[in-house]
């Protein structure tokens, strides 16, 4: 894969054997809330559908989804918790790559936004579904509500995807082009953030261009030629 090993879902789940199905609980606990954001969750869930249809990893289909639920849960509680007993100190480097201080104000401007439901949609942005739960603990959001909401993304997104990999893993053309069908997924799972990054700098432009100065009337009325 055009990807190093340790983001190529295939090869992990084949290093891993017998254990592929626990790993990938520990990989999809850290990406949903331990600081560490780059990992194949997306493309990882999708391979573990597949090699379940295969027969590959021999784990009924629905023990599978409920723990890939409970472990995407159980991340997101974590992220939370890091960011409600750190707070702001995580975001005090305004050079740092991901936990830049401006990120605040724009996830609370995120959440102002979508309202609780920024939660489930994170889910599907790579990166931004460890940091939003990070920021949410950070700005002390209501912990019924995160839970609530978080939950409700966390059986969308784990099974979902899961479920797509094993409806598609008898398919002969997705067998036997499986690297293509993972970069494809993780294109798509960008899509959204893509999105919302182009309606942004609409928004911007619109608003510079709102704000635009009018043109200042003159200083002394003009002479009425007496």
Known sequence: MLMPNWMDPEYLLH??????????????????????????????LFAVGLFIAQGSIDVPLWLACVLLT????????????????LGTSLFRNPNARFLKPKYIEQTHEFFERYGPRALVMARFVPIVRTFITIVAG?????????????????????????LLGHALGNVEFIHKNLEAALILLVLISLIPMVVEYLLARRRNRNNKSGDAPKHAAPKHPVSNGQ
């Open 15 to 44: 290093w891993m054997g017998n254990w592929a199905l626990w790993g990938t609980l520990l990989v999809v606990f850290i990406e949903c809330g331990v600081l560490f954001p780059i990992l194949p969750g997306d493309s990882l």
């Open 70 to 85: 409970i472990a995407a849960f159980l991340g997101n509680v974590s992220g939370y918790y890091i960011g409600r007993a």
């Open 138 to 162: 950070a700005g002390k959001m209501d912990p019924k509500k995160f839970f609530l909401w978080t939950g409700v993304g966390a059986v969308i997104w784990a099974p979902g995807i899961t």
